[in-house]
């Protein structure tokens, strides 16, 4: 059975302006580049800043591969880290389903999906409501620059009804 | 002319061990994973941290692109940063040059030379030596964790006379 029409969400192209709310877009539309290493390199630089807090927190960076997502994707559940900010940046190519919710009252609202491709990640704030990693169609893998450290820095919602978001 | 048979490095893998005197590999080759978002994804943690010093320093995140290197490349300088670790994971694929090298003193010691493979990133510690972007024989972008914020964050030394490391 198709999911209810009031429970899709369309994935839109992710762009600077529309995922502000929630973070920051990390690929080289933005800003202009400064050189860098002499003339050899452009760098575009601050696209993101790696923000924790709490006692003995500290910014870590990992690796992540993901099994992909494909077809009509249900969104049961999303996550917020209240301790810390998260980037995820994929290392191969693919797109990226990007679903995140606004707060309402301390509970995720309506969620927006956004489909990153190839050359672009994410910073998702500290306690911006967020999906689990959903490639598209094919594994990808992730450098992800998030917080370690004492504290509960992860809250888990589950939808009453799950969302849908068709990607392929 | 050829360089000088005495200032003619040899490249070596990049592997942890070897590179443990200047800082990280970031790879997926070390400890085992951990699961992540139930069992889609795998998590490969704390490859490295982001270290930064220095009042108002915040860890950055930034994207550079850079012109390659072939053939017998010449290693005219190097330089470190006294306040921050810094990151750099190849975005695309590709073999990238790192060299870095010993403290002496407060000046750098002779070079070592590491190829990176596609799937390889490093992470200088502060106040490491080490030489500037040379992708090999192609472009490569990068994403870059490192320090920003006030204070003198690079110290440039240009040898007397330069090294060579043939990487094609």
């Known amino acids: 059975m198709a999911p209810a029409e009031s429970k899709t969400l369309t994935a839109r192209p992710l762009t600077r302006e529309a995922f502000a709310p929630f973070g920051d877009v990390l690929d080289i539309g933005g800003d202009p580049p400064k050189p860098m290493n002499g003339d050899r390199a452009l760098r575009y630089h601050a696209l993101a800043e790696a923000q924790v807090s709490g006692s003995d927190a500290r910014v870590i960076v990992s690796i992540a591969v993901s099994k992909p997502v494909s077809g009509l994707v249900e969104i ?3 996550e917020r880290h209240p301790l810390g900010s998260q980037v995820f940046m994929p290392l191969d190519d693919g797109g990226l389903l990007v679903v995140v919710c606004p707060d309402e009252g301390g509970r995720p ?3 927006e999906a956004f489909i990153a491709i190839w050359g672009q990640g994410v910073n998702y704030r500290a306690n911006v409501w967020h999906g689990v990693l959903a490639p598209i169609e094919r594994q990808q893998s992730y450098l992800i620059v998030d917080r370690d450290g004492p504290g509960v820095n992860l809250e888990e919602h589950v939808f009453e009804a ?3 978001v ?3």
């Open 162 to 164: 799950p969302w849908f």
């Open 166 to 168: 068709r990607v392929s």
């Open 76 to 78: 049961a559940m999303v």
């Open 109 to 111: 609202g309506r969620p």
